[in-house]
């Protein structure tokens, strides 16, 4: 990985997104502008790019103390990720879909209709049957695919008493 000193001032991450677009930005670029500066020993791309390794995939795991475990990463900046993360869910989550027939899922599962193995999809609903969250739980073989509730109802648990302690 290219240190930010080796960068040409024109396509550092902040000076790229001012310069050209936002959607310009990689990841890890978007994470490096959201925490500004590295530490002594870590720049900023090192920094941002293990909170990237850690929580591409899982985003639900991103919590207040699993960032501050990240070398460079204080109180401070694990707050700001935590509310641009937070403040993304809220305006992508914002939309008219209720799901009120099974129909209404086929758009969300069109991905997977060509695929050669079996996906066990979650789509978990609000009270208001608004879709909170959607991901791929298992994927099996041709025709058969196992899956625990655990692996299901596990990430609920967790966001809800993620809720719970935040007084929401």
Known sequence: MRKITDILDIDKPREKLIRRDVSTLSNV???????????????????ASEVDRRFKDDLDRVGFEELVEINGIGAVKA???LAGFELARRYSGKSDVKITFPADVLPFVMEIRDKNQE??????????????????????????????????FFRCYRRARRIDHSGS
């Open 79 to 81: 707050s700001q990720i």
């Open 29 to 47: 670029e978007l994470l490096a502008v959201l925490i500004g500066r590295g530490v002594w020993g870590r720049d900023v791309l090192q920094v």
């Open 119 to 152: 996906h066990f999809v979650c789509i978990s609903l609000n009270g208001a049957n608004e879709i909170i969250e959607k991901r791929v739980v298992t994927v099996g073989i041709l025709n058969a695919n196992q899956v625990h509730p655990r692996e299901i």
